[in-house]
């Protein structure tokens, strides 16, 4: 307990503004209790830049909402939705009756025929089939329906990436979890487009064909099908749509299982002058870490880590990252209002 004490003050320390100790003392608190409500409301309080991403209108002109399930995510599209000022109806739960924090359980069938021109947020990813066949077989409209894109209604602010520290002009790049190369486009964007060079790294093998399409008139941007880790092994991993995770066992797979030839970020360099890391790699941020030791001492990058795919990752990755440079300073931004897109910014 006491070393576990030490870690922390030691982060803290180091850590360069109020905005990154408030959300490191959120992820402290969520990783204590798995509050995702709590977390959520104090992450929508942190900032006034948010931007809906899940289609609504703007809450004045917007219809009357109906949150389809009282469940957990039910709950929580309330908490999103109240927040931002959107008239929310009822419930519809096909388990459940009665009210829920004040507001009235119903059926779909009950809500359509009372509730005439309101939209309906589905409020289960589990049950979103089964709901939104549901509405339709009720008469809703498909333009009356929301599927938020993650679990529930989910607003985006900031740049990601790319908002803690200014281009050197001549920027070495390091992408990893590069996709189609979306990132290199905001990274180019923010450097307008003067930079030395580009390592894009990316294992699924569909993924990497569009990255080296979309990247193939710049000469400047190297491009690998592989995964960083912190050794040099075939590496499994499933392909879930929301992007690759790295496995050891087919078991914990719930889609099609692919393979990848890891490598580490050192062996990929001999002295070059890398000045900038990106990593979103699903949960595999700290064994890339480690396979790069040998770079952040050397060249001391700035760099831009997700924090959010394991829920101590916050902590064991910023604790590393001082280890190999006890000089840096930390940043922690959110770019969503939910638990995802939490970025470790070390420069």
């Known amino acids: 307990m006491e070393l576990i004490l030490e870690t922390i003050n030691n982060i803290y320390d180091h850590l360069s503004d109020d905005e990154s100790k408030k959300i490191f003392n959120m992820r402290l608190k969520y990783l204590i209790s798995c509050d995702e409500r709590e977390y959520v409301t104090s992450n929508m ?3 006034n830049d ?13 219809d009357p909402l109906i949150i389809c399930t009282a469940g957990h995510d039910g709950l929580l599209n309330k908490t999103v939705l109240s927040k931002l000022g959107y008239q ?3 419930y519809t739960d096909r388990l459940k009756k009665g009210t829920v924090e004040g507001i009235e359980i119903k059926s779909i069938e009950e809500a359509a025929k009372k509730y005439i021109g309101a939209k309906y947020v589905v409020g289960s990813k589990r049950f979103m089939k089964e709901i939104y066949t549901e509405l339709i077989a009720s008469g809703i409209s498909k333009d009356k329906i929301v599927i938020p894109r993650h679990r529930y209604i989910t607003l985006k602010r900031g740049n990601t990436y790319f908002d803690a520290f200014k281009s050197s002009g001549d920027d070495f790049f390091v992408d990893a979890g590069a996709n189609n190369g979306d990132t290199i486009v905001g990274f180019k964007k923010w450097c307008n487009d003067k930079f030395e060079k580009i390592m894009a790294f990316e294992p699924n093998r569909i993924t990497y064909e569009n990255l080296v399409d979309n990247t193939k008139n710049d ?3 190297e491009a690998y099908n592989y995964a960083l880790w912190d050794k040099k092994e075939t590496l ?9 995770r790295v496995i050891c066992d087919s078991n914990m797979c719930s889609g099609e299982i692919d393979s990848a ?4 970020l050192d062996s990929m ?5 890398i000045t900038f890391i990106k990593m979103d790699i699903e949960g595999s941020e700290l064994h890339a870490l480690m396979g790069a030791r040998k ?9 831009a880590i997700c924090v959010y795919h394991k829920p101590i990752d916050f902590i064991e990755i910023a604790s590393y990252l001082l280890v190999l440079n006890p000089d840096y300073k930390i940043n922690y931004r959110n770019y969503f209002s939910n638990t995802y897109e939490t970025i470790l910014y070390a420069y």
């Open 45 to 47: 309080m942190l900032y």
């Open 50 to 62: 948010w931007k809906m991403i899940d289609g609504l209108r703007a809450p004045e002109i917007e």
């Open 219 to 221: 000469q400047r941007v």
């Open 261 to 264: 030839f890891a490598v580490t």
């Open 295 to 303: 770079t952040i001492i050397r060249n001391k990058p700035n760099l």
């Open 269 to 273: 360099l001999d002295k070059e002058r």
């Open 88 to 90: 929310i109806l009822c």
């Open 236 to 244: 499994r991993f499933s392909l879930n749509g929301a992007g690759s």
